[in-house]
T-cell receptor, first 113, second 111 residues
Framework: AAGVIQSPRHLIKEKRETATLKCYPI?????VYWYQQGPGQDPQFLIS???????DKGSIPDRFSAQQFSDYHSELNMSSLELGDSALYFC????????????FGEGSWLTVV | GQNIDQPTEMTATEGAIVQINCTYQ??????LFWYQQHAGEAPTFLSY????GLEEKGRFSSFLSRSKGYSYLLLKELQMKDSASYLC????????????FGSGTRLLVRP
C-alpha cells in the first residue's frame, strides 16, 4: 500500500540558508501534518493543512512557512536556518473524516552546519 | 494544557511482559494513540483507544481509563526487536485533528 512520501530524506544546509521539504500524502488523504523531532525529543507539532488551507498551527517559527497544493502535496519552507533547526521532520497524513488513521512518512533529516 | 507523562526508560528481558504507562491531564481528547519508534525512523502505529477498556492486537494491548487520566501499553513475549521508543499521543480536535505526543519511553530488551 502507498505510504506518505517525503523528500529529500537527508539534507545538509549551512546557517542562514533556506531549505524546502516535500510531503506527498497517502492517496485520498486530504489532511497533512508537519512535525519536528529534535535529537532525543518527542515530535512537536508544527502546522497542518486541510483541503489546501492551513487548519492548525503549533510551535512553528516565523522563519518557517508551509503550504498545501492542489494535488494535496505539501511543502515546508525554512529560511535563515539556525543550528537548532537540525532535526528530523515528519509529515503525516489522514483523511479529514477519520482522525484515527494518521500515518507518518519516513521523515527528512535536516542538518544545519 | 495536556501534560503527558511517560517513564523515560525501561528495561525488560526477552520473552517477558512489560507495561508502559502514560498519564495525562487534558480538557478533552478524541482518542489515545500508541506509536513505536526506532531511532531515526518514523513513528509506526500500534494502537488507538477511544473508549475505556482494553484493545488487544497480537502481542500488544493498550488500555485506557479516561476517568483516571491513564493509559498503558502492554507488550507480551518480548523480542529483541521490540527495543525502541514508545510514544503515547493524544488526538485532539480543534480546527483539525492534531496529535500531541508524550515524551516517549525508551524500552531496552535484554537477552
Amino acid at each position: 500500500a502507498a505510504g506518505v512520501i517525503q523528500s529529500p530524506r537527508h539534507l545538509i544546509k549551512e546557517k542562514r540558508e533556506t531549505a524546502t521539504l516535500k510531503c506527498y500524502p497517502i492517496p485520498r488523504h486530504d489532511t497533512v501534518y508537519w512535525y519536528q523531532q529534535g535529537p532525543g525529543q518527542d515530535p512537536q507539532f508544527l502546522i497542518s493543512f486541510y483541503e489546501k488551507m492551513q487548519s492548525d498551527k503549533g510551535s512553528i517559527p516565523d522563519r518557517f512557512s508551509a503550504q498545501q497544493f492542489s494535488d494535496y502535496h505539501s511543502e515546508l519552507n525554512m529560511s535563515s536556518l539556525e543550528l537548532g533547526d537540525s532535526a528530523l521532520y515528519f509529515c503525516a497524513s489522514s483523511p479529514a473524516s477519520s482522525g484515527n488513521t494518521i500515518y507518518f512518512g519516513e521523515g527528512s533529516w535536516l542538518t544545519v552546519v | 494544557g495536556q501534560n503527558i507523562d511517560q517513564p523515560t526508560e525501561m528495561t525488560a528481558t526477552e520473552g517477558a511482559i512489560v507495561q508502559i504507562n502514560c498519564t495525562y491531564q487534558t480538557s478533552g481528547f478524541n482518542g489515545l494513540f500508541w506509536y513505536q519508534q526506532h531511532a531515526g525512523e518514523a513513528p509506526t502505529f500500534l494502537s488507538y483507544n477511544v473508549l475505556d477498556g482494553l484493545e488487544e492486537k497480537g502481542r500488544f494491548s493498550s488500555f485506557l481509563s479516561r476517568s483516571k487520566g491513564y493509559s498503558y501499553l502492554l507488550l507480551k513475549e518480548l523480542q529483541m526487536k521490540d527495543s525502541a521508543s514508545y510514544l503515547c499521543a493524544l488526538l485532539k480536535m480543534d480546527s483539525s485533528y492534531k496529535l500531541i505526543f508524550g515524551s516517549g519511553t525508551r524500552l531496552l530488551v535484554r537477552p
